[in-house]
């Protein structure tokens, strides 16, 4: 085992989203993904086993353990390499798939004691048809699940485990986060962060109907023509997808809250500076972009909340810790720090087989309570609909409705 590093950036961000979590609540940190298995090749579990091997051995982070001896000062620390792994075969028909993908994303990971991460292959009729990955978001991200799946479907084409090949480690971004070479963009992030902490922040708190804290409220909807609509907008503007939703998500919280500062929390991939883009960890973090004064017309909103967006992203990347000394000195004292709202957008694949081009507004269990209490997550399925959904902590149903309906709305109507 090799001596305890630094966690990186985004490693850090990861785990104090998740330190204070009870036993009960470790599964929500879990993400998931799945590999369909090539319907024109045969393929048994063994293959896959050693497949998913070639992985473990190639990627730090499925070998990573972390010493928690102190939460406020946590390590990494790197295992051997594994000789095997609990591969689990299950069969398992169609129409128990997302049972059993629920099932083992519910299960929870012990960070101290070993790597935080599970594959099983799903068989039906005894043959192989899908990996389904499981892992701490602190093990990987979104981007890194693409990583992870394109080495993984080279090596399931070997015949055996591949040696390991050198590439990015989260050790190694974390030295290089910390290197002196990154000092100078400590005054730039200082000034950046100083100017967000400084707004008294729109809350939806108070604004409309509440519920009694702690509650988590979840909604959901499908739609093709609002994804439609905003696309055809942001091809007019040149501007990405994301800042048309999330200016329309930002308009319905401003109508909900009324006039003041609106923050929008912004997930930030950081993957933006070779060779870190390819290194498999989480590199997410929490970015705040300034997204008021709203104009009457919609489209130059959305020019503003493309530049303010682009301008967060530059100061996405930081020491958490130093950032909440810097948070508590510029407030001193006034009422705590949040954002007006959180918003992250992700490019998936195509919707489900069967589903509805338009779907009704659906009231969901939430899966997860980690992050802001008026969080939108917003996916591209495959340039086919756009999947919004929006959880809140502390909001009535009808006021978590409405906002969620009210930004489909504008974005149905985006383009007109």
Known sequence: MNEPAPLSYGQLSVWRDVRELSRGRWHEANTQTFWQLP????????????????????????RTAYDLTDPFAPAQRVLPFLERVDRGVVECGP??????????????????????????????????????????????????????ESDFRTALRASAPAAAAPVPTPRGLAAWQRSEGRHARRAALTAYWERIFGLSAASLAGAGPQAPPGTACQYSVRSRQAYSGCRRLAERLS????????????????????????????????????????????????????????PDDFAAYVGHVNTQSLLAYRYGMYDVDEMDLLRDKVRAGREPYEASLGFNFLTGSAPPPGAPAESDTLRESPFSRIGHPCYLRATDEGGESLHLRLRTMGLADSLTRDLLEETVARLTDAAA
């Open 39 to 62: 319907e024109d090749e045969e393929y048994g579990a063994t293959e896959v086993e050693n497949a998913v091997l070639t992985l473990v051995g190639r990627h730090e982070s499925l």
């Open 95 to 148: 129409e128990e798939f997302d049972d059993v993908v629920a099932r083992l994303a519910a299960e929870p990971f012990d960070l101290r004691a070993a790597p935080s991460w599970r594959f099983r292959v799903l068989t039906h009729g005894g043959r192989p048809q899908v990996v389904v990955l499981v892992q701490h978001h602190i093990t990987a991200d979104g981007w890194s699940n693409g990583i992870l």
């Open 239 to 294: 501007v990405p997808v994301s800042s048309v939703v999330l200016a329309a998500f930002a308009l319905s919280v401003e109508h909900a809250v009324g006039p003041g500062a609106l923050v929008a929390q912004l997930m930030s991939s950081n993957r933006f500076v070779p060779p870190w883009n390819t290194v498999v960890s989480s590199m997410n973090q929490w970015t705040a972009a300034s997204v008021s004064p709203a």
